[in-house]
């Protein structure tokens, strides 16, 4: 399904001093769905939702976020609705409210979770925390959002470009005399060029709090993309697969597949760029 459908890619980071991996999962997924739900209240719309985990950041510094691929559309979950809710087409997405709204699922998660595991007063410095960070972060967390450009295989490639790859190249390391490492990375805020020499166990120490838990997912489905199928999951499968066979039969064409493939158009005339058509086949008499 994820090729069939146009994407946006969202990413949704948080206050440095709240880690915890699960509840911004759940905290991301929430406040998509707050999203379509505020659209269109009434057709109770799910969305297609891949959700990749990222602890690290260019410095190699813990800074966990999640990358998020979300369908621009979404299928109405009501029984006997019009077919035209099966899938409703929705391209604009308001990003500075993504913000605040992040930033109130994710605290509104926090809350709930500590409220049972805190002792009342660790619970009380925590909600004094929750007033510090809405007072801090007035235009909520930090969400960068913007519709993905390229083809579907692109979209997959940039997913399993965060989900399967270490923390850092081992080309990034300029030199290593046996006690010091000395690394660069490309800074993200200013695109500066950074040098950086640091002890060898304080490298590996950098390095290995990225590695996750074990039996820990860091790829999640959400919305149309979970186990748990919508009202119209059958019909909005038909229907995806109506235009899947579409693609197909265009592909089936060998001029289309070159052009797709080798970026030529193999009936243009290298000469006068005019369109060739086929006039007769020509066969050598020896030929088998």
């Not at 229907?239 to 089936?252: E, G, R």
């Not at 064409?253 to 970026?263: E, G, T």
Request: with cysteine; hydrophobic share 40%.
């Amino acid at each position: 399904m994820l090729y069939l459908l146009s994407l946006n890619n969202f990413v949704f980071t948080f206050a440095k001093t709240i880690i915890y991996l699960i509840l911004l999962f759940k905290s991301c997924e929430d406040c998509i769905k707050f999203f379509f739900k505020k659209r269109a209240p009434r057709k109770k719309l799910i969305p297609g939702i891949v959700l990749v985990l990222h602890t690290f950041g260019r410095d190699l510094k813990w800074n966990p976020h999640i990358h998020c691929l979300v369908t621009e559309g979404a299928s109405s979950n009501i029984k006997n609705c019009p077919s035209d809710d099966i899938w409703i087409n929705l391209t604009h997405f308001d990003y500075e409210g993504f913000r605040k709204s992040f930033q109130y699922c994710l605290l509104k998660s926090m809350k709930k979770y500590l409220k049972s595991t805190l002792s009342s007063n660790a619970f009380k410095d925590f909600k004094n925390l929750v007033n510090f960070l809405y007072q801090s972060y007035d235009n909520g967390f930090y969400v960068r959002a913007k519709p993905f450009e390229g083809n579907p295989d692109g979209a997959i490639k940039y997913l399993l470009r965060y989900f399967n790859r270490p923390a850092m190249a081992q080309s990034r390391i300029l030199y290593y005399d046996g006690t010091y490492v000395v690394f660069y990375y490309q800074r993200h805020e200013d695109d500066m060029y950074v040098v950086e020499k640091v002890h060898v166990y304080d490298l590996i120490k950098r390095l290995i709090i990225h590695i996750p838990d074990k039996n820990f997912k860091i790829l999640r489905y959400a919305g149309l993309y979970s186990s748990h199928k919508c009202t119209h999951f059958d019909k909005l499968i038909k229907k995806l697969s109506d235009v899947s066979i579409k693609t197909k039969k265009m592909l089936a064409n060998w001029r289309m597949r070159i052009q797709l493939y080798f970026h030529y158009d193999p009936l243009v005339c290298p000469f006068c760029n005019q369109i060739m058509f086929f006039s007769e086949l020509v066969v050598a008499k020896n030929s088998s």
